[in-house]
């Protein structure tokens, strides 16, 4: 058996290295690395694949959240309603541009924005949601832009964890980046669409918040020299979308790879005690970036370390809530208690999950933990 690894990159580049290598050595051989060819064509092959008007490649998905922030014309004080279970990315930028983070807490089945307490959370200083569509799966789409709606609220999608997934709104399917003002994703490696390197993307069918946007990568600037706004330099390698160009093509296998290990994973452990496999929402088609257990009676921690013992790695996605951080001190609440993330912090473990996880794998890390709660 190979190793098992939490995402084993290597034997996926290995099956697509013939055409990622062609690729990139078209790039090397044009030498245009700033803003080539493959940029333009990636860009537009992904605005098809997502089924939206405007696609804008910038360096990470971490900017592409600053940018969507920036491009909305928002003030400092400004409050923006976020999720407390995420990561820090999503409420970094908040703070970064002076706005007010408002940290709400979760589902503590799905582990996305609970709508109720985004409802209560809203003020008149409230200007934006962000809905984290965390470990794969959709927030609560209909409710949040209900919400939205209502409060004439602006909605940017953090989906760094989702891209790909399809959502169902009002007996349409979309996909989850596109419904809201302002879609955000990540092109991280371990991303489920993840490159060679950093990079990252915003997302939206309106043409003036397109054009803002462009603006925004490229300080600010239409014209070379001639600045509009204050801009930021972010920019999507041409190296980079070399890469995901080739690997746009395989993001619907991706996605069901992920998904056939899920329902495994399922089949073997959802009538174990002791612990929960993941809920999935019928609106929402689970791309499965992270599969997430919730482990009872305070047995996570014994569990990730007799996976270790086996050889099986395991994460802990997220031990820390938002509203618990040291960085966040002053911008939070003094006090303030989420109870439902602080529970999943010492709940939640995550097992291995990528492209790439044979059966004989899932057969040995399902076996394992079986062995764990019925030695
Ligand atoms: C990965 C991630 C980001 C940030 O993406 P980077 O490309 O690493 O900057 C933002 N939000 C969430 C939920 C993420 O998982």
């Given at each position: ?199 990252g993307a915003c997302f939206t069918n309106n043409d003036e918040l397109a054009a803002m946007m462009r603006m925004i990568v490229n300080h600010g600037s239409r014209k070379k020299y001639y600045h509009q706004v204050i801009g930021v330099n972010s920019r999507l390698d041409t ?137």
């Amino acid at each position: 058996m190979d190793q098992i690894k939490m995402v084993d990159l290597n034997r996926q580049y290995k099956r697509l290295q013939k055409d990622i290598d062609a690729s990139m050595a078209e790039v090397l051989e044009q030498t245009a690395f700033i803003n080539g060819p493959a940029v333009k064509s990636f860009q537009s092959n992904l605005e098809n694949y997502l089924g939206v008007k405007h696609v804008i490649p910038c360096a990470n998905g971490t900017d592409a959240l600053q940018i969507a922030l920036m491009a909305l014309g928002l003030q400092p004080g400004d409050e923006v309603i976020t999720s407390t279970f995420t990561f820090i990315a999503t409420v970094e930028v908040i703070a970064l541009l002076k706005l007010k983070p408002v940290l709400v807490d979760v589902d503590p089945s799905t582990f996305t924005l609970l709508p109720n307490e985004v409802e209560e959370a809203v003020t008149d200083k409230t200007k934006a949601i962000i809905p984290v569509h965390l470990f794969g799966q959709g927030a609560d789409m209909s409710a949040i832009m209900k919400i939205a709606n209502k409060h004439n609220l602006a909605v940017v999608e953090d989906t760094a964890q989702a891209i790909g997934s399809d959502y169902s709104l009002n007996d349409t399917k979309l996909k989850l980046g596109t419904i809201g003002n302002i879609g955000c994703t990540s092109f991280f490696p371990s991303k489920n669409l993840g490159c060679f390197g950093d990079g990252g993307a915003c997302f939206t069918n309106n043409d003036e918040l397109a054009a803002m946007m462009r603006m925004i990568v490229n300080h600010g600037s239409r014209k070379k020299y001639y600045h509009q706004v204050i801009g930021v330099n972010s920019r999507l390698d041409t190296l980079q979308a070399a890469v995901l160009d080739v690997k746009l093509k395989h993001l619907d296998d991706f996605n069901n790879r992920r998904r056939v290990a899920a329902d495994y994973y399922d089949q073997k452990l959802g009538d174990l005690e002791g612990l929960d496999i993941p809920v999935r929402d019928a609106a929402s088609r689970h791309t499965f970036h992270q599969y997430t257990l919730k482990v009872k009676d305070g047995k996570r921690d014994a569990l990730q370390a007799f996976l270790k013992e086996k050889g099986i790695p395991s994460m802990v996605y997220y031990p820390v809530s938002l509203h618990q951080q040291e960085a966040f001190e002053a911008y939070c609440e003094n006090n303030q208690s989420l109870p439902i993330s602080e529970d999943l912090s010492r709940e939640v473990l995550s097992l291995p999950m990528h492209t790439e996880l044979d059966e004989g794998q899932l057969k040995y890390i399902t076996q394992s933990i079986i062995d764990f709660f019925k030695p």
